[in-house]
């Protein structure tokens, strides 16, 4: 099954640049570090449409760089160019 992901053009920023993504299997949803200093999740439950939006600004110095889920401890987590860990819990 394919799903296409195309955000309301009122809300597409035209400077957004992905740098990593990831896919949950555990929670069907997609996860993406910015380039804006931004986490992106879209969920499986709403068809992948609404995006729910993290601003790391205040809670991290650093870019997220990279993006990941890992299955185990159901956490994601993101690196910045230190190579330190962040873990996220997000609230369903």
């Not at 957004?16 to 949803?29: M, T």
């Not at 996860?31 to 729910?52: C, P, Q, R, T, V």
Request: aromatic content about 20%; hydrophobic content about 40%.
């Amino acid at each position: 099954m394919t799903k296409k992901i195309s955000p309301v053009l009122s809300k597409l920023k035209k400077e957004v640049i992905i740098l990593s993504f990831a896919f949950s299997k555990r929670q069907y949803r997609i996860g993406a570090a910015l380039k804006d200093f931004s986490l992106k999740f879209w969920d499986h439950y709403n068809d992948f449409e609404y995006e729910k939006s993290i601003s790391t600004t205040s809670l991290c110095q650093n870019l997220q760089t990279n993006i990941y889920f890992f299955e185990y401890f159901n956490t994601w987590t993101t690196t910045d160019k230190t190579g330190t860990l962040f873990f996220w819990n997000l609230l369903e």
